[in-house]
Structure formats: structure tokens, C-alpha cells
């Protein structure tokens, strides 16, 4: 990049930030940044950090606010969203599902250096900068698939560039309701591969599982779960499951009939909510 391109970048940056501040820093703000400047002809994202562990955290300005990014750090970290600070063990094995720009997986190496995290997002731009978060880091796996029941591959859906932040694996049937709802800006698509997590944890030779975090969109927490039995019976991970209503309450038998009890926890939002389940001793 030329130094003028550069310059122009900065100033861009400069001015996505103050607009940002302008609109509002609160999560009730979550609008795309596109939706506060002109369209821009051939330039498809922007590059932004901030700091998280000492380290830099990488993030498409063009699709999530910086307040968004800041807000989910916030939230993630600080709050201790997915109960890690409940694991005891120094070296944990955590499946980070529906990873996105990798927040939760580099709380994870930032708060725990020995453990290891499988990042799992099947959305291209959003695995391009996950797989940049993770990096530097020996012992974060980004891994470019969508988590199921089973393997195979499925369409992947979602909305055009400023449209939102993260995608969405559909049925055709899911797609025609979200395109009846959302009209045309979702129409996105590509074919993603999709792994079940024994499938994964079998041919990776894992010997423990100290966390599965699942957040995903397309309704399909409950397949995750089915795809996850053996690794759940065999190593007691904590679970934390961003769910849809519609799905509570296979997901709450699921697990208490396994002998999990479901934790309290800070979640006031939007669906999908989050449920906190620990095996119980």
C-alpha cells in the first residue's frame, strides 16, 4: 500500500472511530458502521485493533463497531460470560463453536497460556480474522468448519456486507423464512464443510474436554449437543450454550438427564439466551 493509501486509511479509521462515539457506545447500538458513511466503491473491509491480554485483537471496522468490539470484550472477559474462572485446571481443552473473530478463545489464551482452544467458524470473512487472532498463538487451532450432528456440507447463508456480523448455516427451508423476513440483503451463500465434535475429538486424539461453548446461528444448538454425546459422557465439559427458545427445553433435558445442573448467570439480551450447565460432582 502506497503512503497516501495509507494516510487515507488512517484519517478513515480516525473518522469510523468518532462516528462510532457519535452514534452511541451501548450494545442497543449494534448497527453496522457502513450504516454511518457512504458507500465506498472497492473497499470491502477495514482493519482495526484493540488491545486484549496485551496483545493485539483484530477486527473488521466495516462490520463490527468498535464499541461492539469493546462492549464484547467487556461482556466475554470481564463478566467471565462462560464461567471459565470455574475450571480448575492450569491446561484446559476448550471447543470454542461459532468462534466468529475469536473474542472468547483469545479470553481463553489470555487468561489460561496452557490451555488449548479448537476455534471452529465456517464463515469466510470471519474466519480470515480469526485465524489472525489466533495466530500467534501455539496452541490456538482456528479450524474453517460449521459444527453439526454429523459430517457432511451445507449451504452457508448471510446477509451482505453491512448487513451484520456473522453468518448463518441453513436449511433451504431456514433460508426461505430469514429471506422472507430480511428480504434480499439475505442472500449470501457458500458451501461449508461441516465435522461433529466426536468425530473431531476422535480423529485429534483429545483426551479431555474441559469446556464447550456453542453459539451459532441457524437454530441447530440441539444437533451440536447429538454430535457432542460420546465427548459429554466420556469427559463432563462445562457447557455454555447460547440458545433459541424454541430450543431450551431439549437442550435443559438433554443435559440434566446427563447429570448437568444449570448455573445463574448475567444474560438479559436478545435471543439467543445464554444457559450455563456444570456436571455435577
Known amino acids: 500500500m502506497h503512503t497516501i493509501e495509507k494516510i487515507i486509511m488512517l484519517v478513515l479509521s480516525r473518522f469510523l472511530r468518532i462516528a462510532d462515539k457519535l ?7 449494534r448497527a453496522s458502521i457502513l450504516d454511518t458513511i ?6 470491502s473491509h477495514l482493519e482495526g485493533a484493540v488491545d486484549l491480554y496485551g496483545n493485539p485483537f483484530y477486527f473488521d471496522m466495516f462490520k463490527c463497531r468498535y464499541a461492539t468490539v469493546t462492549w464484547l470484550i467487556q461482556t466475554i472477559a470481564k463478566q467471565d460470560y462462560y464461567l471459565l474462572n470455574n475450571i480448575e485446571d492450569s491446561s484446559p481443552v476448550i471447543l470454542d463453536v461459532g468462534a466468529h ?17 479448537y476455534a471452529f467458524e465456517p464463515d469466510t470473512d470471519s474466519f480470515s480474522i480469526l485465524e489472525k487472532n489466533l495466530s500467534r498463538f501455539e496452541k490456538g487451532v482456528a479450524i474453517h468448519k460449521g459444527v453439526l450432528d454429523k459430517k457432511g456440507s451445507l449451504d452457508f447463508y448471510k446477509p451482505f456486507a453491512g448487513q451484520g456480523w456473522c453468518g448463518m448455516p441453513a436449511t433451504g427451508k431456514q433460508f426461505l423464512e430469514m429471506q422472507e423476513s430480511e428480504g434480499d440483503s439475505f442472500s449470501v451463500r457458500h458451501k461449508t464443510e461441516l465435522i461433529d465434535i466426536d468425530s473431531f475429538c476422535d480423529e485429534n486424539n483429545i483426551k479431555k474436554v474441559s469446556l464447550i461453548k456453542i453459539h451459532v446461528g441457524g437454530k441447530t444448538e440441539h444437533r451440536i449437543l447429538l454430535g457432542a454425546e460420546k465427548t459429554i459422557n466420556k469427559y463432563s465439559p462445562q457447557m455454555g450454550i447460547e440458545a433459541f427458545p424454541e430450543n431450551m427445553l431439549v437442550i435443559h433435558k438433554f443435559l440434566t438427564d446427563k447429570g448437568y445442573k444449570e448455573m445463574p448467570n448475567l444474560d438479559k439480551g436478545d435471543p439467543p439466551f445464554l444457559r450455563l450447565y456444570i456436571p455435577q460432582k
Not at 457512504?38 to 473497499?43: C, F, R, T, V
Not at 473474542?103 to 482452544?117: C, D
Open 38 to 43: 457512504p458507500y465506498i466503491k472497492d473497499l
Open 23 to 29: 452514534i452511541g457506545t451501548t450494545e442497543n447500538s
Open 101 to 117: 473473530i475469536g473474542t472468547f478463545s483469545r479470553h481463553v489464551l489470555g487468561k489460561k497460556p496452557n490451555a488449548t482452544v
